[in-house]
Nanobody
Framework: QVQFVESGGGLVQPGGSLRLSCAASRSIFSIRTMGWYRQAPGKQRELVAAITSGGSTNYADSVKGRFTISRDNAKNTVYLQMNSLKPEDTAVYYC????????WGQGTQVTVSS
C-alpha cells in the first residue's frame, strides 16, 4: 500500500503563491492518475486537480487557471503550484490516487488570510 507525505503548506496572503509537494513511499509510475484533494473546515473532501501518467490534467472549476499539477515519476513526487490564492482556498491539502484513493496522509495546511 503506497503512502503519501504532503508538504509545502503555510500561511499566505490573498494573491500569493505556494507550491505543494507529495512524496510517495514507492514508485508512482504504475498509478495512472494522481490527484490533489482538499478539505476545508466543515466541508467534504474534494478533488481539485488530477494528472495522468501521460501528463493530461484536469482541474476543478474553482481552481482552473490558478493551480497547476505536475508529477515527476522518477522522484515519486506530485506537485501542486498554487497562484493567485484566495481565502476560499484555505483547507488541508492531500494527494492520493484517482478515482479510488487509498490510505490518506496527514495532509498539509494552507491558510490564505491577510
Amino acid at each position: 500500500q503506497v503512502q503519501f507525505v504532503e508538504s509545502g503548506g503555510g500561511l499566505v496572503q490573498p494573491g500569493g503563491s505556494l507550491r505543494l509537494s507529495c512524496a510517495a513511499s514507492r514508485s508512482i509510475f504504475s498509478i495512472r492518475t494522481m490527484g490533489w484533494y482538499r478539505q476545508a473546515p466543515g466541508k467534504q473532501r474534494e478533488l481539485v486537480a488530477a494528472i495522468t501518467s501521460g501528463g493530461s490534467t484536469n482541474y476543478a472549476d474553482s481552481v482552473k487557471g490558478r493551480f497547476t499539477i505536475s508529477r515527476d515519476n522518477a522522484k515519486n513526487t506530485v506537485y501542486l503550484q498554487m497562484n493567485s490564492l484566495k481565502p476560499e482556498d484555505t483547507a488541508v491539502y492531500y494527494c492520493n490516487k484517482v478515482p479510488l484513493p487509498g490510505t490518506w496522509g496527514q495532509g498539509t495546511q494552507v491558510t490564505v488570510s491577510s
